[in-house]
């Protein structure tokens, strides 16, 4: 079992930035793909970024490259998500998850998840 807390979310203008943070506890999240998810009101969840069991490798959403990124940090069982350049278009419950899947993109491939935290963006 992994328990997943996200927190860092926020009010923010377009154009600024937002660190979410999710700190795993259970199993060490080094055994798992740790995904962030996000879910506007009115649509589906979509995937963002995942991070590889290794901290090494890494892929994001084309909606978010070159503005988010993901990292690790295996000593505080903690995943981050830095989030730059926010339009209101990011604005959405971000949810963190983890997978055993090898490389999963989608929202059916991971087992774990959080709780999520609100991220506002305003225009």
């Known amino acids: 079992q992994v328990q997943l807390v996200e927190s860092g979310g926020g009010l923010v203008q377009t154009g600024g930035s937002l660190r979410l943070s999710c700190a795993a506890s259970?199993?060490?999240?080094?055994?798992?793909?740790m995904g962030w998810f996000r879910q506007a009101p009115g649509k589906e969840r979509e995937f963002v970024a995942a991070?590889?069991?290794?901290?090494?490798?890494?892929y994001y959403a084309d909606s978010v490259k070159g503005r988010f990124t993901i990292s690790g940090d295996n000593a505080k069982n903690t995943v981050y998500l830095q989030m730059s350049s926010l339009k209101p278009e990011d604005t959405a419950v971000y949810y963190c998850?983890?997978?055993?899947?090898?490389?999963?993109?989608?929202?059916?491939?991971?087992?774990?998840w959080g709780q999520g935290t609100q991220v506002t963006v305003s225009s």
């Open positions: 259970g199993r060490t999240f080094s055994s798992y793909v």
């Open positions: 998850a983890a997978s055993h899947y090898l490389r999963p993109t989608g929202a059916y491939e991971y087992d774990y």
């Open positions: 991070i590889m069991r290794s901290g090494v490798s890494t």
